[in-house]
């Protein structure tokens, strides 16, 4: 699984990137407090999405990152853009649809009586949006050849046809592996609702698509990927498997596959080694983006040519920063904190993670 070396720009004022993340972003409001959605009067505006948080957690550890996707012609899509660059990420790709108009999604905290700590509830408005319009032709962008890693996600799958279309083409549809060209991750990201929801449009207008089946479309996407990311309970949830083991027997043949057990810990499998390293004991405040956080940190271990257990504690190191914050993206931690636990000895790490 060889890594194409850092993009060079054709002259100075080019930017180009070594991770080019490719799906939807919406505007996230959010109540203030932990209070139930339904009894506020005030939201706050932020911005979210499983992709663009992976090329935020990126830049926030100091790679270069760029998000390619279409947002509206609207307040929420120059929020977006605004934000994302703010972030130190590339947006120069990202179209713009004067017609549709740009994902909205909002949080209620612990709606539900008896919720534990950090739950929260999603309510997505992004129906007909502007990243749902995007297809098969966004796959030929000059900015998804020059980079050194793609990153998707099985969320854009369910936003539309020409949605999923765009996945098995940069997917499924690569001849070979092994030829040049970036190395594609693939973060499962199995949304039940939204997967209920493309299977009714499709039998309101009267059509049958393969790509309405979450467990069929999204283990075909996640075996022709290079890197895959998948939680153990999404997995016992899409194919009935839950033991880490049979799951990565499951995706084969993808070359890595990354098993994410919550507190438990994350098991890859990668050059026919099987590697696991305990998550750290972290209070979690809401839990929404922790995934993405971890795919970023693993993905900068990528990057940065380390060996499988530091690339699986640098995911860790992420996710935690993600866990405390009720932000999507959280302020990631810095090199001298991921270098000194880095360092640790394999007992300590370990002693660490028992606290």
Known sequence: MPLPPPPRAADRD??????????????????????????????????????????????????RAAWLSRVGDDPFGRRVLAELTARG?????????????????FKDPAPDPGSGPGHTRTYYYRGGSAASAMGPDLAHHPALRRARIVHLSGVAAALSDSCARLLETLLAGRDDRAAPGPLISFDVNHRPALWRHAR?????????????????????????ADIVFVGRD?????????????????????????????????????????TFVPSL????????????AFAAGYLTGVLEDRDERSRLRLGHLAAAAALRTRDDVPVMPSRTETDRCLALDE???AATARR
């Open 14 to 63: 080019e930017r180009v990137a070594d991770v080019v993340c490719v799906g939807e972003t919406m505007a996230v409001l959010s109540p203030p407090d932990t209070g139930p959605l339904a009894e506020q009067s005030l939201l706050s505006m932020a911005v979210g999405g499983a992709e663009s948080n992976v090329a935020c957690g990126l830049a926030g550890l100091g790679r």
């Open 89 to 105: 990420v590339d947006v120069s790709a990202v179209e713009t649809d004067p017609a549709r108009p740009t994902g909205v999604y």
């Open 200 to 224: 009714h449009e499709r039998h309101e207008r009267h059509e049958r698509h393969e790509g309405a089946d979450a467990a069929r479309t999204l283990l075909a996407l996640a075996r022709a």
């Open 234 to 274: 999404e997995a016992e949830e899409l194919w009935g498997t839950a033991r880490p083991d049979d799951i990565a027997e499951l995706l084969a043949p993808a070359p890595a596959v990354v098993v994410k057990d919550a507190e438990h810990g994350a098991t890859s499998y990668a050059g026919g080694l099987r």
């Open 281 to 292: 004991p972290t209070k979690v405040v809401e839990p929404v983006g922790a995934g993405d």
């Open 347 to 349: 007992d300590v790490w």
